[in-house]
């Protein structure tokens, strides 16, 4: 290969290796996650009747229903987040100013999943990213979008995934 093919070899070379390093996946499935402080996965009572699909999403077909009154198994879980993006104001702790924070799963007490430098890290966001101040040290350009799935079983026996946790009580631990 001639030098002037190699060098522009190498240079396309680095080129993507930095834009992969950056980039980050535009839909992620936080597969386990419960997502907030004390979440857990056990008996849940149903407090509204919920649809089952077979699968964690709407297009799935539904495999039945559970109605108010009724226990169930709570298994695991599955975060589907379309990432916020956070933009770093100033200078604070591990994030320089200019930085571009990908915001996913929630964790506990502003704590979340954050795609940073390449790689998943797991950083607190300390401001009041829902009612924010000029004073903050980032602000969000666009807010994350989550969906919470979880895999249940019935005491029939039926299992399937919903959408719809917010229809059903013990879910946390510290409560």
């Given amino acids: 290969m001639p030098r002037k093919g190699k060098l522009f070899a190498v240079l396309l070379l680095s080129v993507a290796s930095a834009a992969y390093a950056d980039d980050h996946p535009v839909f992620y499935v936080d597969t386990g996650?419960?997502?907030?402080?004390?979440?857990?996965?056990?008996?849940?009572?149903?407090?509204?009747?919920?649809?089952?699909?077979?699968?964690?999403?709407?297009?799935s077909p539904v495999v039945g229903a559970v109605e108010k009154g009724a226990t169930v198994k709570a298994q695991t879980g599955e975060v589907h987040t379309k990432p916020g993006k956070l933009i770093v104001r100033r200078d604070v702790a591990t994030f320089r100013k200019g930085d571009v924070l990908w915001v996913y799963t929630y964790l506990r007490e502003?704590?979340?999943?954050?795609?940073?430098?390449?790689?998943?890290?797991?950083?607190?966001?300390?401001?009041?990213?829902?009612?924010?101040?000029?004073?903050?040290?980032?602000?969000?350009?666009v807010m994350p979008k989550s969906v919470w799935w979880?895999?249940?079983?019935?005491?029939t026996g039926l299992e399937g995934w919903t959408n719809q946790p917010e229809n059903f009580s013990n879910k946390d631990a510290c409560g």
């Fill in 110 to 141: 502003g704590y979340f999943k954050i795609w940073y430098r390449g790689k998943f890290i797991e950083d607190e966001i300390d401001f009041g990213y829902r009612d924010p101040t000029p004073d903050d040290w980032g602000y969000f350009e």
């Fill in 150 to 155: 979880v895999r249940v079983r019935t005491s």
């Fill in 33 to 59: 996650a419960c997502p907030f402080e004390c979440c857990t996965y056990r008996d849940w009572g149903t407090e509204k009747m919920s649809k089952l699909y077979a699968e964690p999403k709407t297009s």
